[in-house]
T-cell receptor, first 117, second 113 residues
Framework: DAGVTQSPTHLIKTRGQQVTLRCSPK?????VSWYQQALGQGPQFIFQ???????QRGNFPDRFSGHQFPNYSSELNVNALLLGDSALYLC????????????????FGNGTRLTVT | DQQVKQNSPSLSVQEGRISILNCDYT??????FLWYKKYPAEGPTFLIS?????DKNEDGRFTVFLNKSAKHLSLHIVPSQPGDSAVYFC????????????FGKGTRLSVIA
């Protein structure tokens, strides 16, 4: 049973560039959430996707956008990269509302380490 | 404003002894609490949770205690093992709907053999 998979594992970008990170949820899960973990901090919620729509959003600027595909996989896009965007980006999956087990804990992937120089 | 606080950045414990990790929260709407463990180069892994209708939940060597009046929870690991060395994150959310988790900054536990 494949868990949450993320790609790439590491990425180095220059200020001002754009980046796309990818996530495949755990089998049986249809909801994907993205978190940013800066050095020395806990994960911070960016947004959540369910049924191909952004359902909830944390306190992140519009430079952060996402997408969910019909197969439930998801992308996180960050435009106009800043040095402060350097962080570990974590994808987590869960079951959507009204589904059995939807209150179960989130399952996280191993993350993508983004370095902005 | 941090809604979930883990005030101890690190903790060292001898193998076989008890590890106690603490967490405080400020948002009284939180009613579901979780602990995640994170090894380097891996994502957080769910460890144990507790609903606000309980004050204790136990799973093997791990026990979580919740004191709602103090807005405080703690994770007890007994006995501690070297493999427990990791960063432990406390997280909270409102259980109504699929609300996002709010995490603390984590506590790095080192279990010394």
């Amino acid at each position: 049973d494949a868990g949450v998979t993320q790609s790439p594992t590491h990425l180095i970008k220059t200020r001002g560039q754009q980046v796309t990170l990818r996530c495949s949820p755990k089998s049986g899960h249809d909801t994907v959430s993205w978190y940013q973990q800066a050095l020395g901090q806990g994960p911070q919620f960016i947004f959540q996707y369910y049924e191909e729509e952004e359902r909830q959003r944390g306190n992140f600027p519009d430079r952060f956008s996402g997408h969910q595909f019909p197969n439930y996989s998801s992308e996180l896009n960050v435009n106009a990269l800043l040095l402060g965007d350097s962080a570990l980006y974590l994808c987590a999956s869960s079951r959507g509302p009204h589904k059995e087990g939807y209150n179960s804990p989130l399952h996280f992937g191993n993350g993508t380490r983004l370095t902005v120089t | 404003d941090q809604q979930v606080k883990q005030n101890s950045p690190s903790l060292s414990v001898q193998e076989g002894r008890i590890s106690i990790l603490n967490c405080d929260y400020t948002n009284s709407m939180f009613d579901y609490f979780l602990w995640y463990k994170k090894y380097p180069a891996e994502g957080p892994t769910f460890l144990i949770s507790i609903s606000s209708i309980k004050d204790k939940n136990e799973d093997g060597r791990f026990t979580v205690f919740l004191n709602k009046s103090a807005k405080h929870l703690s994770l007890h690991i007994v006995p501690s093992q070297p493999g427990d060395s990791a960063v432990y994150f406390c997280a909270a959310r409102r259980n109504s709907g699929n609300t996002p988790l709010v995490f603390g900054k984590g506590t790095r536990l080192s279990v010394i053999a």
